[in-house]
């Protein structure tokens, strides 16, 4: 769970493991849905800077050359501003959503979201809006947004209110009745029963079935487990959401004390699913594989060099995939035969810091939550955030600010298995 805990270094280089349990922010300090954020989330760039993407010097892998641009900004502000997550629309637009609340548990759970027209340059003025990081296009083009809480309405169903942003707006529009997920194999457990919430979360990518209809990957704790569950739900119009399998389970033989939870799926060229999820702060990846379009699923596995919050997947032209994550640190992972099992690394949070040496980030300085996502063929984009006082608020008078920030990744050269 996103609030539990983070990776920082101590003095000796050693990693450890810090619990943190930040108090809710207060109503007040949130902007109203719907309203502008404050006058320091419209802060973008210097006068008459104008942003473009300069990428600088390309990276060589096996069989391949990735080449980053500098970062650019995508919001700025002193309030909490982190978790971001990256959507592509039908239109080809995109949408950011990002955190802007205290990482504890919350019966209302609001963030800013910012748009791009323009593959990523420049992003509108944030607006409030509700969390949520798994986004399906509808049919219409039309974007539904799932939301990341859900709340007990009898009959065995968890429901939730939904946000819909329309083919081509930029806005989100928050529907209070409609969506809902039946089917559970057991009864859940509240994360925090003095708030009325039920147990599991929408958490990661919507992939198409083949048959028609949706996967999405559910997390959370079924009553009398100690440790998370993974769950894949199914769903033909993207409102009514019904349990199809469990991906992995509090039993799982992985390490981590979490259990399988964030998560990020997509289909691999060859047809099948693929599933990459979180055990734990610092540790491995699992992985799982389905070839029966996510009704089962292959024994978790552990990743051999990727770890280890909130992973996020892009599938490239001829099926290459690219990985994101990280903590401690941010990286991107490629695979070139897009089977899933080969990864090669680079460092995004040392290019940051080489690019924007006066925003330099250290691990302690980033939730490690990112998104990757594909623009076209050869390009994508990756979102990642800067909080320089970590999990606590900016100080009074502070001159520090929590940021956003986005890389394009351009692709130079065709990996020899796909071309």
């Given at each position: 769970?996103?609030?539990?805990?983070?990776?920082?270094?101590?003095?000796?280089?050693?990693?450890?493991?810090?619990?943190?349990?930040?108090e809710?922010?207060r109503?007040a300090?949130?902007?109203a849905p719907g309203?502008?954020?404050?006058?320091?989330?419209?802060?973008?760039?210097s006068?008459?800077?104008t942003?473009s993407?300069?990428h600088?010097?390309?990276?060589?892998?096996?069989?391949?050359?990735v080449s980053?641009?500098s970062p650019?900004?995508?919001a700025?502000?002193?309030?909490?501003?982190w978790f971001?997550?990256?959507t592509r629309?039908s239109?080809?637009?995109?949408i950011?959503?990002m955190?802007n609340?205290a990482d504890a548990?919350?019966?209302?759970?609001t963030?800013?979201?910012?748009?791009?027209?323009d593959?990523?340059?420049t992003?509108?003025?944030?607006t409030?809006?509700f969390?949520?990081?798994s986004g399906l296009?509808?049919?219409?083009?039309?974007l539904v947004?799932?939301?990341?809480?859900?709340?007990?309405?009898?009959?065995?169903?968890?429901?939730?209110?939904?946000?819909?942003?329309h083919?081509?707006?930029?806005k989100?529009e928050?529907?209070?009745?409609g969506?809902s997920v039946s089917?559970?194999p057991r009864?859940?457990?509240s994360?925090a029963?003095?708030l009325?919430?039920?147990?599991?979360?929408?958490?990661g990518q919507?992939?198409p079935?083949?048959?028609?209809g949706?996967?999405?990957t559910?997390?959370?704790?079924f009553?009398?487990a100690?440790?998370y569950?993974?769950?894949a739900?199914?769903s033909r119009?993207?409102?009514q959401?019904?349990i199809?399998?469990?991906?992995?389970?509090?039993?799982?033989k992985?390490?981590?004390?979490?259990g399988?939870?964030e998560?990020a799926t997509?289909?691999?060229?060859d047809?099948?699913l693929m599933?990459?999820?979180r055990l734990a702060?610092?540790v491995?990846?699992?992985?799982?594989?389905?070839s029966d379009?996510?009704?089962?699923?292959?024994?978790p596995?552990?990743m051999a060099?990727?770890?280890?919050?909130?992973?996020?997947?892009?599938?490239?032209?001829?099926?290459?995939?690219?990985l994101?994550?990280?903590?401690?640190?941010?990286f991107l992972?490629?695979?070139?035969?897009?089977?899933?099992?080969?990864w090669?690394?680079?460092?995004?949070?040392a290019?940051?810091?080489?690019c924007r040496p006066?925003?330099?980030?250290t691990?302690?300085?980033?939730?490690?939550?990112?998104?990757v996502?594909?623009?076209?063929?050869t390009?994508?984009?990756?979102?990642y955030?800067?909080?320089?006082?970590?999990?606590?608020p900016?100080?009074?008078?502070?001159k520090?600010?929590?940021?956003?920030?986005?890389?394009?990744?351009?692709?130079?050269?065709?990996p020899?298995?796909?071309?």
């Open positions: 769970m996103r609030w539990a805990r983070i990776v920082t270094l101590g003095a000796a280089g050693v990693l450890a493991t810090v619990v943190f349990r930040p809710p922010a109503a300090d949130r902007p309203k502008p954020a404050s006058t320091d989330a419209a802060v973008r760039y006068a008459g800077e942003p993407w300069k600088q010097k390309p990276i060589a892998l096996k069989g391949l050359e980053l641009s650019l900004l995508v700025r502000d002193k309030g909490y501003l971001p997550s990256l629309l239109s080809g637009h995109l950011s959503v955190s609340y548990h919350t019966n209302s759970s963030a800013l979201a910012s748009w791009s027209s593959r990523g340059l992003w509108t003025r944030p409030a809006a969390y949520g990081d296009s509808l049919p219409s083009g039309d947004l799932l939301p990341y809480y859900l709340y007990p309405r009898g009959e065995g169903k968890l429901a939730a209110p939904y946000q819909v942003c083919a081509r707006e930029r989100l928050r529907i209070q009745e969506l089917g559970w009864p859940d457990r994360f029963p003095e009325g919430l039920a147990g599991f979360v929408f958490n919507v992939v079935l083949k048959e028609g949706y996967l999405a559910l997390y959370g704790y009553k009398g100690a440790r569950n993974l769950v739900a199914e119009d993207g409102l959401w019904k199809r399998s469990l991906i992995a389970d509090e039993n799982c992985l390490k981590g004390s979490e399988p939870c998560s997509c289909r691999l060229k047809g099948r599933c990459i999820f702060s610092a491995p990846y699992g992985q799982c594989f389905s379009d996510g009704k089962t699923w292959t024994e596995q552990a060099n990727a770890f280890s919050v909130q992973p996020s997947l892009a599938v490239m032209k001829d099926g290459m995939l690219i994101s994550g990280g903590r401690p640190g941010i992972w490629f695979n070139a035969d897009g089977l899933g099992k080969d090669q690394r680079i460092d995004l949070m290019h940051h810091n080489a006066e925003e330099a980030i691990a302690a300085q980033t939730s490690a939550y990112t998104e996502v594909s623009l076209d063929d390009q994508s984009l990756c979102i955030d800067r909080i320089p006082n970590g999990w606590s900016i100080p009074a008078g502070s520090e600010t929590n940021s956003v920030w986005v890389v394009a990744v351009k692709l130079l050269t065709p020899p298995a796909i071309r």
